[in-house]
Each structure stands twice: as C-alpha cells, then as structure tokens.
C-alpha cells in the first residue's frame, strides 16, 4: 500500500504515541507498554501488521491516515 508523504519529521512523543488510547496500552501492558518508545520501537512491525490486518484494536480499525503515519515513522527510523 503507498502512503503519501508528508512534509514534517514525526516523533514518537507528538505523533505516535497520541495515536494510542489508555484502554489500547492497559489491554497491552503485559506484553509491551505502547506509551513508551523503546517498547513500541521494538514491536513496530508486529502493531503495524496487527493493525492492517484488523487484528487490532479490537473495536474498529484505524483511520487510514494514522496507518500511514505509524508507517512513515517505522521508515523514519522509529525516531523518538
């Protein structure tokens, strides 16, 4: 899937993590905390295809443009 790109570097702190919810993290903490960037750094590829694929989050996808900015901050290089 091609994702347009955007004119702004992301973050984790301003662009990533908002994109989670409290009741995503809680459902998540024992497995990897995604309000923290080390944790979702390291799982980025596995959220991405959890989401994609619908698998997550549990009550209806993403919309398409917060896919595709997890997407262009996994190929920023997860920047923090």
Request: proline share 8%; charged share 30%; aromatic share 8%.
């Amino acid at each position: 899937m091609p994702f347009p790109v955007e004119s702004h570097e992301l973050s984790f702190e301003q662009d990533i993590k908002p994109l989670f919810r409290t009741k995503d993290r809680a459902a998540m903490l024992t497995r990897f905390d995604l309000f923290d960037h080390a944790d979702v750094a390291e799982h980025a590829d596995a959220i991405l295809g959890s989401l994609l694929s619908g698998r997550m989050p549990c009550d209806g996808a993403w919309p398409e443009a917060d896919l595709e900015k997890l997407q262009r901050w996994i190929d920023m290089g997860k920047p923090a």
